[in-house]
Nanobody, 123 residues
Framework: QVQLVESGGGLVQAGGSLRLSCAAS????????MGWFRQAPGKEREFVAA????????YYADSVKGRFTISRDNAKNTVYLEMNSLKPEDTAVYYC????????????????WGQGTQVTVSS
């Protein structure tokens, strides 16, 4: 069974940075797409970024392009989300997700989800 465990959330001032980590286990992830999503209070969950484990192609939501960077470490089976120039509107619970149905990249259905990590950006 796929397990995804996020870490790295916290409280940061506007303009600051955080790096989220997603430790993945239970599969060989070479064919997977890994994604980050977020959900703010009272809002729907939204896509943030995705990466193809094999090859490393990336895709970003317009709202984070140029500020966030998604990457992966094959040896550690870990996906990262480097977040810079954070804004109060980035405040949300951030979720890691995995998909083994990447044929329609970058828009893919996600089958596995982590428990989420809270990111709070103060103004």
């Amino acid at each position: 069974q796929v397990q995804l465990v996020e870490s790295g959330g916290g409280l940061v001032q506007a303009g600051g940075s955080l790096r989220l980590s997603c430790a993945a286990s239970g599969r060989t992830f070479g064919s997977y797409v890994m994604g980050w999503f977020r959900q703010a209070p009272g809002k729907e969950r939204e896509f943030v970024a995705a990466i193809r484990w094999s090859g490393g192609s990336t895709y970003y939501a317009d709202s984070v392009k140029g500020r966030f960077t998604i990457s992966r470490d094959n040896a550690k089976n870990t996906v990262y989300l480097e977040m810079n120039s954070l804004k109060p509107e980035d405040t949300a619970v951030y979720y890691c997700a995995a998909s083994n149905r990447g044929s329609n990249w970058p828009i893919v259905p996600y089958d596995y989800w982590g428990q989420g990590t809270q990111v709070t950006v103060s103004s």
